[in-house]
C-alpha cells in the first residue's frame, strides 16, 4: 500500500476549495445563510492559505539546509 504524501495534501488548492465548498453548502443546507455560508468559506480558505504557507516555507528551509553546510565546508 502506498504512504499518503500528506504535505501535497494540504497544500493542494483543489482540497481546500471542496472543504470550503462542502462547509459553505452544509450551513445553507441547515438552514444558515449565504452570507454566514460565505463568511466561512473564507476563513477556510484563509486558512488553507496559510497552512500552505507555512509547509512550503518549512520545505523550503529543510532543502536549504543542506545547501547552507556546503557553502561553509567550501569555504
Known amino acids: 500500500m502506498n ?3 500528506w504535505k501535497r495534501k494540504l497544500t493542494s488548492r483543489k482540497l481546500w476549495a471542496a472543504a470550503a465548498s462542502f462547509a459553505s453548502m ?5 438552514g444558515g445563510t449565504e452570507s454566514v455560508a460565505a463568511q466561512v468559506t473564507a476563513l477556510i480558505m484563509a ?3 496559510v497552512i500552505a504557507y ?3 516555507e518549512g520545505l523550503t528551509d529543510s532543502a536549504n ?3 547552507d553546510a556546503a557553502e561553509e565546508t567550501e569555504q
Open 47 to 49: 486558512g488553507a492559505s
Open 26 to 30: 452544509l450551513i445553507v443546507a441547515t
Open 3 to 5: 504512504k499518503i504524501n
Open 54 to 56: 507555512i509547509i512550503g
Open 65 to 67: 539546509i543542506g545547501t
